[in-house]
C-alpha cells in the first residue's frame, strides 16, 4: 500500500516527457479492455494516467512488480494524511501540464500505444497567441530537459531568479526540493520557493471565482455532486427536507449550488416553492414565442387544398370511366401516372396544413443568463457550453482556405469564449488541413479580437472584405480604418500562406527525403565496404514543420500512411480559455490597440480519426460519431452545432437563438434546431434552384407546425443527449396520438415499442436516475463517456425559473469553470476515435449518427422524431449561417442523386415511417413517408413526359375527344393549384420566380437523377451492389473573371441522357403532329392541340436543362449534338418499324414531293 502511494506520489510532476512522446499503453493482440490503471499517478482532474512499460520496469522490479501491477490503492487526504510533496497549488500543476498537452499531437489506434509527440512548432510561420500550439515561450535551460517554462496568460515567460535563468516547473520544483532552493544558473538562493507566490510576483494572477476543489474529488464527482443537490430543488412541487439540502449544499459549496437558504432554514416565504423571493418578485418572460400566419392566409388555403382534393378524385373517377376505346394502351399509360401524381401531391401536401412562424427574445436570454443576479453576483455566462464540429474530408474538393474562413467565423462567434469549443474532423488525415488549421488558428490572434472591437458582421474574412456594401457605415471607433487596413494586409499574406501550403510542403518533404536517402546510402556504404550496393529506396514520407514524420496521409501513398489507413491524430490548436476574460493592452510592436478587448479564444482541437482496412468506417456518419465521443471527453458540451466545412457563421448570435428554443419552457424536449441553409455564389437567375427555397421556407416552416423540421445535414444545433439515443424527459406525459398534430389528444395508450425503436430512456422525473450498469454495451467501454452522460443532460436542462418548467437546473450552476486538459483525457479521446471502439456497440445503430445512407441525416432526424423528440426551425432575421451550392449542372444532378438514393435506401430499411411507432405524429410520417417515395414519381413522370409525343406520332389522345367535361376539371385543377401557390408564396415568403425555378427542375432531376437512384436503389436491395459517391466540389472555376464560370461548363454525364431523349422526342413530334394535321384529309385540331399543348409543357420546364447544354453564349459541346442525332434516329426508326407508311409516296394523302 504504502509502495502503490509513494509510486503515485512520485508522479506529481506534470505530464512532461522528452520530445520522442509518452506512450500510453492501450493495445494488444485484440481491441483492448477498458483503458484501467494498473500503476500510475493522479492527474489534477481525478484521473490516472498510466506510465509506459520502461516505466514500470524502473520503478518495480522481480516478484515485487508481480504482486503490486495488478492493483493500486490511493488514500484519500484526509487532515491527518496529508502528502508531504504536494507542494504546487493544484490548479498550477494542472495548468502547466495543460500547457503540455496543448504542444502534443497525440496519436494512437487499434493495436498501438498512444503517443504525445511534443512539436515545437505547427508552422512554419511563428504562433503568436498564447492559447495555441507552439506558441511562443522558450526552452528549460536545464541539459537535458526541453520543456517549456512557466508563462502567464498571455504567453510570457515566468522565471523565478533575477538571474533570468530559463526553468520549467518541474525543473523549478527539484531545485527547491533536491538542490537547496538554489538556482542552478547564478547560484544564488532563491527569494521565492513556493511556486504559486512565484506566479503571483510575476503579474496579478487570475483570481479564482471558485473556492478550490475539496482534495481528493475527481471532476465528475464534483459534477455529480452538483446534480445530486439539484434533485433537492423542488420548485415545481414545494416539497423537500431541508435538513438534507442544507447538509448536501454545505458539503458542495461553490460548485453549481445557485440558490442557497438562509442560516435560519425553515420556509423561504415563498409557499414552499423553493424560489429565492428576488426571483419571484421578477415577472417570468419567455425566450421564444410562436407567430401563427394570418387565419385570412392559412384558412383559404387549407380550404383550397380541399378544393382540389375533391377535383382530383371526380377526375379521377371520371378518367376511370370514360376510357378510350381507339387508343386504350394511351389511356391506360395516362391514368396510372395521373393516380400516382394525385398521391405524390397527397403526400406532399397534407403536411403543409399546419405552418407557423417563430421569434427569439435574445435581450430575455442575456437578462436570464448574463446579468448580475443574488445567484450570479458577477453576471458570468451561466449558458450552457456548446461544441461546433467542422466536417471535411479532401482538402483538393473542400479547399482548405474555404475551411479556414469557416473555422475563424466560429472562433469570432458571440458567444462566451469559455463555452465554446470547435472540433475540426479531417476524414482525409491530410497534413495541407492540418497546417491550414494551424494557420487559421494563428490569424485568430489578430482576427477575433477585431470583430470584437468593432463588432464585425458577418465574421468570415473572405466575405467581409468582399462585401459590396459600405463597410464603414454604423462604426464609431476612430481608429476602424487604420485597423480595417491593417487586418486586411494580414489576411491577404494570410492567404498567400493558405494557397502556398501545398507547394511548402511538397517542397520540405523533398528536402527532408533527399536527406533521408543520403544518410542511409552512408550507412549502407559503411556496412557494405567496397562492394557494389543497390540503390536505396526508403517510403517517401510527408514530413511536419518541425522535421517529424505526419503520422496521417502521405502524398505519395504507404503502408500506415494512406487515406484508408492511418493512426487517429488530435492536436489541440488552441487550449481552452481562461475563466475570466484577458483584456489586450497597446503594448508597442502590437498590430492594433485590443486595449479593454477580450483577447481570449475558443478551444479548438483536430481530429482525424484512426482508419484500417477491413473497416466499414460509415463515411460522414462515422467521423461525426468519432467527434461526438471525443468532444465528450475534452469539453462535453451539452449542446452540439453541425457545420459542413464550407457552411460557416453569417449572424455571430446565430448560437444565442438557437439556444434561446432549448433554454426556454418545454426546451428540454427539443432534440435539435435546424436553421435554413443559405447560399452564395448562385447565378442571379438561379438556373438550377439551387437556393432551394420552396423546401427551406416553405416545407420546413409547414413541418415546424407539427413534430418539426427535418435534419439537412448542417446548421444544426443538437441536444447531445438525443444523440445519444435517450427518450425525451416526461415521455409518459407526452406520448401523442396520431393525429396529435392537428387533433391533440389528452391520453393514449402506450404501445410496446418495437426492437427497432427502442432507446435508451431518459428518467422522467428527478427520483429517476440513468441506469449506468446498461452503458458500456450501448456506448463503448470508456468510463470517461460513460461518466460524462448524465453532465450533459444535467447541464442542458433549462433554468428552474417558472414553476412550469420541469426538469430544470438553478440559475448559477454553470458559472464553474472548465476542468484543464490533462495527458489522460486526450490519451482516451484516442482510444475512443479508433476504428475498433463501435464493435459491439450501439453506435450507428441506436447512437449517434445513424449508419445505413448516404443520407445520413434524414436518417438521424428520423430516429428521434420517432422516439418522441421535436425539433425547431430557426429562421433569423439575418442569415444564421451561409455556404456555397455546385451550379454547374452536372454537379447539380450528381448531387440530387445522392439525396434520392438515400431516400431510396430509407425507404427499402427498416427507417420506413409506415413502421416508425406511435411516438411519430400521423402528419409527421406522412412527411418522412414523402422522403422515402418522392424519387419514385420518376418511373411515372418519364412515362408522362413521353405520351404527348406519342399521341402527336398515332394521332390520338389521353380521352376519347376534349369535350367540355374534361376541360372543365383541367381548368379546375390548374386553377387551384395556381391559387395554392399563390397562398403559399404569401405565407412562406418566396417569390413566384423561386416558385417556378423549382417546379421546373423537380422535373429535371425527377426525369434524370431520381430515376438513376431508383435503379441504383434496387440493386443494392436486390444484387447487394454498394452506392459510392464523390464528394460534391466546393472550389471555384479557373476563370477568376467571371464568378459564373461553373456554370457555362458542360460535364457530360449519363444523367443527361433521359432529359435529352425527352426533348427530342417531343420536338420531332410536335413536327410530326403539325405535318398530319396540315396535310391530312380529314385535319383532328383537337387531338393535335392537346398533345401539343403537353409537349410545350414539358419543353417549358426542361428550358433550363436545354440553356445549360448551351454552355457559354451557344457554345454547344459536340457530344451534346452526337447524343441527340442519335437518339433522334433512332426513335425515327423504331416509329417506322412500329407503324410502316403506306405503299404510296404521298405524306397526309395528298402532298407530294415536287
Known amino acids: 500500500m504504502d509502495m502503490a502511494s509513494n509510486g503515485a506520489l512520485r508522479g506529481s510532476r506534470s505530464a512532461r516527457m522528452s520530445s520522442s512522446g509518452v506512450e500510453l499503453q492501450q493495445g494488444g493482440n485484440k481491441p483492448p479492455p477498458p483503458p484501467s490503471v494498473t500503476f500510475g499517478r493522479r492527474t489534477q482532474s481525478g484521473r490516472y494516467i498510466s506510465y509506459s512499460r520502461d516505466d514500470l520496469d524502473s520503478e518495480l522490479s522481480g516478484e515485487f512488480s508481480k504482486e503490486f501491477l495488478n492493483y493500486h490503492v490511493t488514500i484519500p487526504p484526509t487532515p491527518d494524511n496529508q502528502p508531504m510533496e504536494v507542494m504546487m497549488d493544484q490548479t498550477i500543476s494542472a495548468k502547466v501540464e495543460e500547457q503540455y498537452v496543448s504542444n502534443s499531437l497525440f496519436t494512437g489506434g487499434f493495436n498501438s500505444v498512444t503517443r504525445a509527440h511534443l512539436m515545437d512548432k505547427v508552422i512554419e510561420s511563428e504562433a503568436m497567441h498564447p492559447q495555441m500550439a507552439g506558441a511562443k515561450g522558450s526552452s528549460c535551460a536545464i541539459p537535458g530537459c526541453d520543456a517549456k517554462v512557466m508563462t502567464d496568460e498571455r504567453g510570457n515567460d515566468i522565471l523565478p531568479c533575477e538571474c533570468d535563468f530559463k526553468i520549467c516547473a518541474d525543473c523549478f520544483t527539484d531545485a527547491v526540493k533536491v538542490g537547496g532552493a538554489v538556482c542552478p544558473g547564478c547560484k544564488e538562493p532563491y527569494k521565492a520557493t513556493d511556486l504559486e507566490e512565484v506566479m503571483n510576483n510575476a503579474g496579478p494572477a487570475r483570481q479564482l471565482s471558485l473556492a478550490p476543489p475539496p482534495p481528493g474529488v475527481s471532476r465528475m464527482e464534483r459534477r455529480l455532486s452538483l446534480m445530486k443537490s439539484t434533485k433537492l430543488t423542488r420548485s415545481q412541487t414545494g416539497d423537500w427536507d431541508h435538513n438534507r439540502w442544507l447538509f448536501e ?23 414552499g416553492d423553493g424560489q429565492p423571493s428576488e426571483l419571484m418578485s421578477k415577472p417570468w418572460r419567455p425566450l421564444t414565442r410562436k407567430l401563427k400566419i394570418p387565419a385570412a392566409i392559412l384558412s383559404p388555403y387549407r380550404l383550397l387544398i380541399v378544393i382540389r382534393l375533391a377535383a382530383l378524385g371526380l377526375f379521377l373517377a371520371w378518367r376511370i370511366r370514360h376510357k378510350n376505346e381507339d387508343a386504350i394502351w394511351l389511356w391506360g399509360m395516362s391514368v396510372v401516372c395521373e393516380l400516382w401524381f394525385a398521391f405524390s401531391w397527397i403526400l406532399d401536401q397534407l403536411p403543409k396544413l399546419c405552418p407557423v412562424n417563430r421569434a427569439t427574445d435574445l435581450a430575455v436570454l442575456k437578462d436570464k443568463f448574463e446579468t448580475p443576479t443574488p445567484n450570479n453576483p458577477t453576471g458570468k455566462s451561466d449558458l450552457p457550453g456548446i461544441d461546433v464540429f467542422v466536417s471535411t474530408a479532401d482538402p483538393e474538393k473542400e479547399p482548405p482556405l474555404v475551411t479556414a474562413n469557416t473555422i475563424l467565423s466560429i472562433l469570432a462567434a458571440d458567444y462566451p469564449v469559455e463555452k465554446l469549443a470547435c472540433y475540426v474532423s479531417d476524414d482525409g488525415g491530410a497534413l495541407l488541413t492540418f497546417e491550414a488549421m494551424a494557420e ?3 490569424f485568430a490572434n489578430i482576427w477575433v479580437p477585431f470583430c470584437r472591437k468593432h463588432d464585425i458582421e458577418p465574421r468570415n474574412p473572405e466575405t467581409y472584405f468582399n462585401l459590396k456594401s459600405d463597410p464603414y457605415k454604423n462604426k464609431v471607433r476612430s481608429d476602424f480604418v487604420k485597423d480595417r487596413r491593417r487586418v ?3 489576411y491577404d499574406e494570410f492567404k498567400v500562406r493558405i494557397n502556398g501550403l501545398p507547394d511548402s510542403i511538397r517542397r520540405r518533404s523533398d528536402a527532408y527525403h533527399a536527406r533521408e536517402e543520403i544518410k542511409a546510402m552512408k550507412r549502407q556504404r559503411e556496412t557494405a565496404g567496397d562492394d557494389l550496393v543497390e540503390p536505396v529506396k526508403i517510403p517517401k514520407a510527408t514530413w511536419m514543420a518541425d522535421g517529424t514524420h505526419w503520422p496521417g496521409t502521405w502524398i505519395n ?30 503594448e508597442e510592436g502590437k498590430p492594433l490597440d485590443f486595449t479593454d478587448i477580450d483577447i481570449r479564444l475558443p478551444l479548438l482541437v483536430y481530429v482525424s480519426r484512426e482508419k484500417r482496412p477491413g473497416y466499414d468506417h460509415n463515411k460522414k456518419a462515422g467521423a461525426m460519431n468519432a467527434l461526438v465521443r471525443a468532444s465528450a471527453i475534452m469539453s462535453n458540451g451539452p449542446f452540439i452545432l453541425n457545420l459542413d466545412c464550407d457552411h460557416y457563421i453569417y449572424n455571430s448570435e446565430a448560437l444565442r437563438e438557437g439556444m434561446c428554443f432549448m433554454m426556454d419552457r418545454g426546451g428540454d424536449r427539443i432534440c435539435y434546431v435546424q436553421f435554413p441553409q443559405r447560399f452564395e455564389g448562385i447565378d442571379p437567375s438561379d438556373r438550377y434552384a439551387n437556393h432551394n427555397t420552396v423546401f427551406f421556407d416553405a416545407n420546413m416552416r409547414a413541418l415546424d407546425g407539427l413534430q418539426g423540421p427535418v435534419y439537412v445535414g448542417t446548421g444544426c444545433l443538437f441536444r447531445r443527449i438525443a444523440l445519444y439515443g435517450f427518450d425525451p424527459p416526461r415521455a409518459k406525459e407526452h406520448h401523442p396520438g396520431c393525429c396529435s398534430c392537428c387533433f391533440p389528444r389528452r391520453k393514449s395508450p402506450r404501445a410496446a415499442a418495437s426492437e427497432e425503436t427502442r432507446a435508451l430512456r431518459m428518467g422522467d422525473s428527478d427520483d429517476e436516475d440513468m441506469n449506468l450498469s446498461t452503458f458500456p454495451k450501448k456506448f463503448g467501454n470508456s468510463n470517461f463517456l460513460i461518466d460524462s452522460i448524465p453532465v450533459a443532460e444535467y447541464q442542458g436542462r433549462p433554468l428552474a425559473d417558472h414553476p412550469a418548467i420541469k426538469n430544470g437546473r438553478p440559475p448559477g450552476a454553470l458559472t464553474i469553470p472548465r476542468d484543464l486538459l490533462d495527458a489522460s483525457t486526450v490519451a482516451e479521446a484516442i482510444s475512443v476515435i479508433s476504428c475498433w471502439y463501435e464493435d459491439k456497440t450501439e453506435w450507428g445503430q441506436r447512437v449517434g449518427w445513424i ?10 432526424g428520423y430516429r428521434m422524431h420517432n422516439r418522441g423528440w421535436k425539433s425547431v426551425y430557426c429562421v433569423t432575421k439575418r442569415d444564421a449561417f451561409r455556404g456555397t451550392a455546385p451550379i454547374n449542372l452536372t454537379d447539380r444532378l450528381h448531387q440530387v442523386l445522392r439525396w434520392a438514393t438515400g431516400s431510396v435506401e430509407i425507404f427499402f430499411s427498416r427507417n420506413n415511417a409506415l413502421l416508425g411507432s406511435t411516438r411519430l405524429k400521423l402528419l409527421q410520417r406522412v412527411a418522412y413517408l414523402n422522403v422515402g417515395i418522392y ?13 404527348p409525343a406519342l399521341s402527336l406520332f398515332s394521332g390520338q389522345f389521353i380521352v376519347q375527344t376534349l369535350n367540355v367535361t374534361f376541360l372543365t376539371y383541367l381548368l379546375i385543377i390548374t386553377l387551384t393549384l395556381s391559387m395554392l401557390a399563390g397562398l403559399e408564396i404569401k405565407w412562406s415568403g418566396i417569390s413566384l420566380e423561386e416558385w417556378w425555378r423549382n417546379e421546373q427542375f423537380w422535373l429535371i432531376g425527377g426525369t434524370s437523377a431520381h430515376l438513376a437512384a431508383v435503379l441504383q436503389g434496387l440493386l443494392k436491395v436486390i444484387a447487394g451492389i454498394e452506392i459510392s459517391f464523390t464528394l460534391t466540389s466546393k472550389s471555384a472555376g479557373d476563370d477568376v473573371d467571371d464568378e459564373f464560370a461553373d456554370l457555362y461548363i458542360v460535364k457530360w454525364s449519363f444523367l443527361m441522357i433521359p432529359p435529352i ?16 394535321t396540315i396535310y391530312s384529309v380529314v385535319p383532328q385540331w383537337s387531338k393535335l392541340l392537346g398533345g401539343v399543348f403537353f409537349s410545350f409543357w414539358v419543353l417549358a420546364h426542361l428550358y433550363p436543362f436545354a440553356k445549360g447544354l448551351m454552355g457559354r453564349r451557344g457554345r454547344t459541346p459536340t457530344i451534346v449534338f452526337v447524343w441527340s442525332g442519335l437518339i433522334a434516329i433512332t426513335i425515327s426508326l423504331l416509329w417506322v418499324a412500329i407503324n410502316p407508311p403506306s405503299g404510296n409516296s404521298q405524306i397526309g394523302g395528298s402532298f407530294t414531293f415536287p
Not at 449544499?249 to 409557499?271: L, M, Q
Not at 414519381?937 to 413526359?945: A, G, K, P, Q
Open 557 to 586: 501513398p504507404s503502408s500506415e500512411h494512406s487515406r484508408g489507413d492511418h493512426a487517429g491524430i488530435i492536436q489541440v490548436m488552441l487550449k481552452p480559455p481562461s475563466d475570466e476574460p484577458l483584456f489586450g493592452n497597446d
Open 488 to 490: 486586411k494586409r494580414e
Open 935 to 947: 424519387p419514385f414519381t420518376s418511373i411515372f413522370l418519364i412515362v408522362y413526359c413521353f405520351l
Open 440 to 442: 487559421a488558428a494563428s
Open 249 to 271: 449544499t454545505k458539503g458542495t459549496y461553490g460548485y453549481g449550488n445557485a440558490i442557497w437558504p438562509k442560516e435560519s432554514g425553515g420556509d423561504d416565504g415563498n409557499g
Open 1061 to 1076: 431523349t425527352i426533348m427530342m422526342v417531343n420536338l420531332i413530334g410536335i413536327a410530326v403532329g403539325v405535318s398530319r
Open 851 to 860: 449508419y445505413g445512407s448516404v443520407t445520413e441525416d434524414v436518417l438521424t
